[in-house]
């Protein structure tokens, strides 16, 4: 289970100015699964299917989609950190925000 403040970064960035560690949400690598598509792909849809894109509704879209964006870059570099190589053959397996329609990477290149 997760909460608002975990899922939007907040609780973690509150701990980081306070210099204490937030935890860890995966207390296991073995814990890694691939269930279903990025909640946060779910999140970008939902900002972005507007029956009528006003231009604050537009705002509001991009300016999501740019936190969510760079908020995942910090989240992969601080789960390298915690489960390295574990961590980087999952990322192998399972993309960051689109889900593959043809199975997995056959190449060992990284992202």
């Known amino acids: 289970m997760i909460d608002h403040f975990d899922l939007s970064g907040l609780r973690q960035a509150f701990f980081a100015l306070r210099g204490r560690d937030a935890g860890s949400i995966v207390q296991d690598a073995s814990a890694l699964q691939n269930r279903a598509p990025s909640l946060m792909l779910g999140f970008l849809l939902a900002f972005w299917a507007a029956p009528e894109m006003t231009a604050g509704h537009l705002l509001f879209a991009v300016m999501t989609t ?15 950190a915690e489960f390295g190589t574990t ?17 997995h990477r056959q190449t060992g290149a990284s992202r």
């Open 66 to 80: 740019a936190y969510i964006l760079v908020g995942l870059q910090f989240e992969e570099r601080d789960l390298i």
């Open 87 to 103: 961590y980087q053959q999952y990322r192998r397996r399972v993309p960051m925000l689109l889900p593959r329609i043809f199975g």
